[in-house]
């Protein structure tokens, strides 16, 4: 039944070793997007998918980057962490742009900087 | 200043309190308003979905919008312990594509 799946849920890297989060959606929503959440702190918007065309927010560091190689399937890069980027990386879907559409959410992956 | 201020409690009630929960903001371009429910560990869930001012009740809940006053609310009757957890407003432009911007949201705790 699960929608928006995130893998792994938990994940350990070394500081400044590259890692990949993965996303995949059964709703065949146009639009996914990638956010940070740390803790008690209200989720980020990273970048979001719209089709093919990427999205990235202005104050997005350029560390973070992100692949979508088809409609079901997004991948988040974090080229070189640093203790600063650990947190809960939430992937979200919505069917278009549109301003009525609501986010779904993935249960996230939580990442920890060793 | 924010542009949605929440406040993160934690807020402690009784088991079959009403419990309010509330946001405001600065942006009038916000049209559609939003509540999320997450869990620990878990990613946010759809609660309710609203657009402009109003009243939107779904069972036990009830969201309010108050646009003249920037001002969101959702109401929990008979409130649960399943219903302890985090709570984020959120809301967006009309025409400002889908991004969304979250309040940090209130802790929750019902107890026995």
């Known amino acids: 039944d699960a929608m928006v799946i995130q893998n792994p849920r938990y994940q350990v890297t070394q500081f400044g070793k590259p890692v990949t989060l993965s996303c995949s959606q059964t709703?065949?929503?146009?639009?996914m997007y990638w956010y940070q959440q740390k803790s008690s702190q209200a989720p980020k918007l990273l970048f979001h998918?719209?089709?093919?065309?990427?999205?990235n927010e202005a104050d997005t560091p350029d560390n973070f980057q992100s692949r979508r190689p088809n409609t079901s399937f997004c991948f988040l890069d974090i080229r070189s962490p640093g203790l600063g980027d650990a947190a809960m990386y939430l992937c979200a879907t919505s069917r278009l742009t549109g301003s009525n559409q609501p986010q779904h959410f993935g249960d996230g992956t939580r990442l920890s900087i060793l | 200043q924010k542009e949605v201020e929440q406040d993160p409690g934690p807020l402690s009630v009784p088991e079959g309190a009403i419990v309010s929960l509330n946001c405001t903001y600065s942006n009038s371009a916000f049209q559609y308003f939003m509540w999320y429910r997450q869990y620990s560990r878990k990613g946010p869930e759809l609660l309710m979905y609203?657009?402009?001012?109003g009243n939107k009740e779904d069972g036990r809940f009830t969201a309010q919008v108050d646009k003249s006053s920037k001002y969101i609310s959702l109401f929990i009757r008979d409130s649960q312990p399943s219903d302890s957890a985090t709570y984020l407003c959120?809301?967006?432009?009309?025409?400002?594509?889908?991004?969304?911007?979250f309040g940090t949201g209130t802790q929750l705790k019902v107890e026995l």
């Open positions: 709703l065949n929503h146009n639009v």
């Open positions: 609203t657009y402009s001012s």
């Open positions: 959120a809301m967006k432009e009309t025409g400002g594509g889908n991004k969304l911007t």
């Open positions: 998918y719209y089709d093919k065309d990427f999205n």
